[in-house]
Nanobody, 118 residues
């Protein structure tokens, strides 16, 4: 079993930066793929970024490509989301999730709020 705890959210002005962290428990963290998702008020949850267990394969949604960077440190059981040049439309609750080498995302954190003011 994997438990995930996000942190690093907050209020920032447009153009600013935040770094989210997702700390994972569980001895199998290093073998899990990790993803970041977000959900804005009144909208469905959407994919933001994903990284494989080795960090060798990374994907981003078109809306954050070039502004956000996902990374992981398996020695610290932590995955990060560096968010630069933030926009008001990035305002959402951000969730990290993990998935086994074969399968869907099956563990989710509680989320952290990111608010970008214009």
């Amino acid at each position: 079993q994997v438990q995930l705890v996000e942190s690093g959210g907050g209020l920032v002005q447009a153009g600013g930066s935040l770094r989210l962290s997702c700390a994972a428990s569980g001895r199998t963290f290093s073998s899990y793929g990790m993803g970041w998702f977000r959900q804005a008020p009144g909208k469905e949850r959407e994919f933001v970024a994903a990284i494989t267990w080795s960090g060798g394969n990374i994907r981003y949604s078109d809306s954050v490509l070039g502004r956000f960077t996902v990374s992981r440190d398996n020695t610290k059981n932590t995955v990060y989301l560096q968010m630069n040049r933030l926009k008001p439309e990035d305002t959402a609750v951000y969730y990290c999730a993990s998935r086994p080498p074969i399968g869907e995302y099956n563990y989710w954190g509680q989320g952290t709020q990111v608010t970008v003011s214009s």
